[in-house]
């Protein structure tokens, strides 16, 4: 077996054990990453030989704790760079606008949350930290697709077939292509109950110093307050998405 082919297995079935509820005998985790049974127990012997996948006295696995080790690292590399800088901006953004501020980036095909901030009103919405979920749906990840280099936006884009919004509606790939593309252009994007039904959310990149994109900044909230108010939330996201570009560490 080539090694690229051991790595994306290997990288399958720690993602699969990341969305288990629990441990996983090995026989089901080789079902569920689509594996020979003798190929995943060989696996999970490198891996635990590493320590980023751990086995109970029935042979039962579950990410180890190496895997917490790697996680804390990206999560103190990430607060200074980025996180620090820009927590100021999304309280006061939220607590302007009585709507909650996220931040979010690219992870692989994914947009996941790197922060949360809620503002202080009694009807809010709270999104926990390190929420995944597909780039091509909702503010918060369109933001993102929209300023990847080309080679991996269309990646995400070839991924996209047979997904649905939180409605059920399928999404249609010509019409996201021409969605981004006004995005790159207005640099803001503003959409409504795609990743979470009765949501609405506007959104605008972090670019770094050459134009690379960073994260996206975007104001969440129920619809029937955040989409009457969309024009004006879009000038307050993309000022504080540049106040968030100018704090950060040169």
Known sequence: MSGTRVLERSLGMLFELGDADGRLPIAELARRANLPASTAYRLVEDLESQGLVERDGG??????????????????RVASSLLE?????????????????LLTAPSGLCAIGLDAVAPPRAMRLSYGRWRVAPMYLGASGKVLLAFLPSRTAERVLAAVDG????????????????????????????????????????????????????AGLTLVGPTDRVGPAAECLGTAVSEAARAIEAALPQ
């Open 59 to 76: 042979g039962e696995v579950t990410l180890g704790l190496r895997v917490l080790e790697l996680a804390r690292r990206v999560e103190d």
């Open 163 to 214: 997904g649905t919004t939180a409605s059920g509606e399928p999404v249609d790939l010509e019409r996201l292509r021409r969605d981004l593309a006004e995005v790159r252009e207005r640099g803001l994007v503003v959409t409504h109950g795609e990743l979470d039904p009765g949501v609405s959310g506007v959104a605008a990149p972090v670019l770094g110093p050459r134009g690379h994109l960073l």
């Open 85 to 101: 800088p820009a927590r100021v901006i999304m309280r006061a953004l939220a607590s302007e606008h009585g709507e909650t501020a």
